[in-house]
């Protein structure tokens, strides 16, 4: 079964900086792609980035990227001049490409931008 | 362009009551459907998805159930709500096929009393 791991709960930078929330994966399958999605306080879930896996460029967003280590089963986001808005739990998200279209989701990271 | 609603958007229900909580897609046909449940401002777990009317997986055994009537229309059900039945609860859609992210309703606060 494929299972998503965030190591980090919580987190607070300052703002302007670069942070770098975590995230591992564990499957068995080639194809799949993966996604950070944002939460802000609204709770209304908002697509931050997607990584196909059978790219090897990593996807970038305007401030945002993605370190993908495939190997690795390593999917990090970066997140560059951190603003307040930017404040938000933070969930990586796997999906196979098979048959049941599954998206499993981490437990998430709270972001803290402080002023 | 697609849409998904969910609603209502905030339920208080005492325990040992029915709940009925729906979610219908507009804009797309054959896509797939989920329920997820958010407990405490954590994780998302996946509990039901669809790729097809009739056709639901369950991934966490509970007090819920799930029916997809129709193409378009996915609903999470129970017959006796229990306080651990609490929490935010999530719809979304992807398309069919795979290979795209999923597109989430606003949520349901459910608060079981």
């Known amino acids: 079964a494929q299972t998503v791991t965030q190591s980090q709960p919580e987190m607070s930078v300052q703002e302007a900086e670069t942070v770098t929330l975590s995230c591992t994966y564990d499957t068995s399958e080639n194809n799949y792609y993966l996604f950070w999605y944002k939460q802000p306080p609204s709770r209304q879930m908002i697509l931050v980035i997607r990584q196909e896996a059978y790219k090897q460029q990593n996807a970038t967003e305007n401030r945002f990227s993605v370190n993908f280590q495939k190997a690795a089963k390593s999917f990090s986001l970066k997140i560059s001049d951190s603003q307040l808005g930017d404040t938000a739990m933070y969930f990586c998200?796997?999906?196979?490409?098979?048959?049941?279209?599954?998206?499993?989701f981490g437990k998430g990271t709270r972001l803290h931008i402080l002023p | 362009s697609q849409t998904i609603h969910q609603w209502p958007a905030t339920l208080v229900q005492p325990v040992g009551s029915p709940l009925s909580l729906e979610c219908t897609v507009e804009g797309t046909s054959n896509p797939n459907l989920y329920w997820y449940r958010q407990a405490a401002g954590r994780g998302l777990q996946l509990l039901f998805y669809?790729?097809?009317?009739?056709?639901i997986s369950s991934e966490v055994p509970q007090n819920l159930s799930a029916s997809r009537p129709q193409d378009r229309q996915f609903i999470l059900s129970s017959k006796k709500l229990l306080l651990s039945d609490s929490g935010f609860y999530l719809c979304?859609?992807?398309?069919?096929?795979?290979?795209?992210?999923?597109?989430f309703g606003q949520g349901t606060r459910l608060t079981v009393v």
């Open positions: 998200a796997f999906l196979t490409l098979n048959r049941d279209d599954k998206i499993i």
């Open positions: 669809s790729v097809g009317i009739g056709q």
């Open positions: 979304a859609w992807s398309l069919a096929g795979g290979g795209t992210e999923a597109f």
